[in-house]
């Protein structure tokens, strides 16, 4: 497995196919939600082929995005099964990259750790200081695709979303759960204003 060859075939795939308007869903991201993998990964005892294998995941978990608008996640397991032979994967950590990539799919549902430690990374800013300003990323990208149509709108959502999306991992629930919870009441506290 030559993961850093991988690895610099879909970034540099993501950094010149994704569309301009996917403000949130972006190069960016993918950096983010990697790097808060490979932090949380660091609070476990993984072997150097599940790090690969985690790393892998976490730059192809939003890959579909490059070809699909609906079903990215199986999108994006298409494009893994297709690049990752030729970077030494096997199809057993094909099929590995594949089931941590599905598992980001809403509402999540990891089945092992390093399941976890994606899932927590890929919402990772949800208890971060950088919630708001990531967030308005995401509200024109959502605007823009039609999913929410104002402000009020989005932010409903987001109280929605909010109050059912959990964290998995200790590091998580102990670090990013109380601040996600600040930013929870933040949000009700403007619908509340704007109603």
């Given at each position: 497995?030559?993961?850093?060859?991988?690895?610099?075939?879909?970034?540099?795939?993501?950094?010149?196919?994704?569309?301009?308007?996917?403000?949130?869903?972006?190069?960016?991201?993918?950096?983010?939600?990697?790097?808060?993998?490979?932090?949380?990964?660091?609070?476990?005892?993984?072997?150097?082929?599940?790090?690969?294998?985690?790393?892998?995941?976490?730059?192809?978990?939003?890959?579909?995005?490059?070809?699909?608008?609906?079903?990215?996640?199986?999108?994006?397991?298409?494009?893994?099964?297709?690049?990752?032979p030729a970077f030494g994967y096997s199809e057993a950590q094909i099929q590995r990259?594949?089931?941590?990539?599905?598992?980001?799919?809403?509402?999540?549902?990891?089945?092992?750790?390093?399941?976890?430690?994606?899932?927590?990374?890929?919402?990772?800013?949800?208890?971060?200081?950088?919630?708001?300003?990531?967030?308005?990323?995401?509200?024109?990208?959502?605007?823009?695709?039609?999913?929410?149509?104002?402000?009020?709108?989005?932010?409903?959502?987001?109280?929605?979303?909010?109050?059912?999306?959990?964290?998995?991992?200790?590091?998580?629930?102990a670090e990013r759960e109380p601040v996600k919870q600040v930013h929870l009441l933040?949000?009700?506290?403007?619908?509340?204003?704007?109603?």
């Amino acid at each position: 497995m030559h993961q850093p060859a991988a690895e610099m075939h879909i970034l540099g795939k993501l950094r010149h196919g994704l569309p301009r308007t996917r403000t949130y869903h972006n190069f960016s991201h993918t950096l983010d939600v990697y790097r808060s993998a490979i932090a949380l990964a660091m609070q476990y005892d993984l072997d150097e082929e599940e790090m690969d294998i985690l790393r892998t995941a976490a730059l192809y978990h939003d890959s579909g995005f490059l070809t699909e608008d609906h079903e990215h996640e199986m999108a994006g397991c298409v494009i893994a099964r297709e690049a990752l032979p030729a970077f030494g994967y096997s199809e057993a950590q094909i099929q590995r990259v594949c089931d941590l990539v599905m598992a980001t799919k809403l509402p999540t549902d990891p089945k092992d750790t390093l399941g976890m430690i994606l899932c927590d990374a890929d919402l990772d800013y949800l208890g971060r200081s950088d919630f708001f300003r990531i967030g308005s990323t995401l509200y024109q990208e959502f605007k823009h695709y039609g999913i929410v149509k104002d402000e009020r709108d989005w932010n409903e959502l987001q109280v929605r979303f909010m109050e059912s999306q959990v964290y998995y991992t200790p590091i998580s629930r102990a670090e990013r759960e109380p601040v996600k919870q600040v930013h929870l009441l933040k949000v009700k506290a403007w619908l509340a204003e704007n109603s």
